[in-house]
């Protein structure tokens, strides 16, 4: 079975432009939760869907967004890129909303130029 | 803002040693759950110690629970050179929020 899969693995951004993320859960998982890291820190939380729905949203500025699809893949949006949104963005996906194991992606490299 | 606290923030041993890496968090919490992440990129689950268990093992791992000291620790028995990446703690209130990572500790092990 296929892992948790993002895209793009890299990307270079200028100051003020929007980028999309996407990831794909695992088969059968429903949840998915968006995460951002930055350099020596431990994974942010940002989002979290489960059956389409928003069920979760961290102390990200409303530049941020998301949505997740029917096929519970999902998007994470971010407008009027800063530097500071430099980081990894990292996909996790469960199968349920309650909090068991979490199957992580290899992350998104987002950097801001 | 960020619950656990790991520590050390780095480790350095030689391979066949022992390694252990500590956690504390700030509030209640449903389970906690360590992580590994190598090389900056996406993160493997280890083990989840829920809140009514002290001790829980998995291979080389070995995981305790301290709830009243909100703290947790990991063990690593006979590291290997493989073992090196960065540890988090991950804890979850209350099941249904979101899991509140620390900020790692590094460990190096030198073959």
């Not at chain 2, 780095?10 to 040693?17: C, F, P």
Request: hydrophobic share 30%; net charge positive.
């Amino acid at each position: 079975d296929a892992g948790v899969t993002q895209s793009p693995t890299h990307l270079i951004k200028t100051r003020g432009q929007q980028v999309t993320l996407r990831c794909s859960p695992i088969s059968g998982h429903k949840s998915v939760s968006w995460y951002q890291q930055v350099l020596g820190q431990g994974p942010q939380f940002i989002f979290q869907y489960y059956e389409k729905e928003e069920r979760g949203r961290g102390n990200f500025p409303d530049r941020f967004s998301a949505r997740q699809f029917p096929n519970y893949s999902s998007e994470l949006n971010v407008n009027a890129l800063l530097l500071g949104d430099s980081a990894l963005y990292l996909c996790a996906s469960s199968l349920g909303r309650q909090n068991t194991e979490a199957f992580f992606g290899q992350g998104t490299r987002l950097t801001v130029v | 803002s960020q619950q656990g606290e790991e520590d050390p923030q780095a480790l350095s041993i030689q391979e066949g040693e022992n390694a252990t890496m500590n956690c504390s968090y700030k509030t209640s919490i449903n389970n906690l759950q360590w992580y590994r992440q190598n090389s900056g990129r996406g993160l493997v689950h280890l083990i989840l110690i829920r809140s009514n268990e002290r001790e829980k093992h998995s291979g080389r791992l070995r995981v305790t629970l301290d709830t009243s000291k909100k703290s947790s620790s990991l063990l690593i028995t006979a590291s290997r050179a493989a073992d090196t990446a960065s540890y988090f703690c991950a804890t979850d209130p209350s099941g249904n929020t979101p899991l509140v990572f620390g900020k790692g500790t590094r460990l190096s092990v030198i073959a």
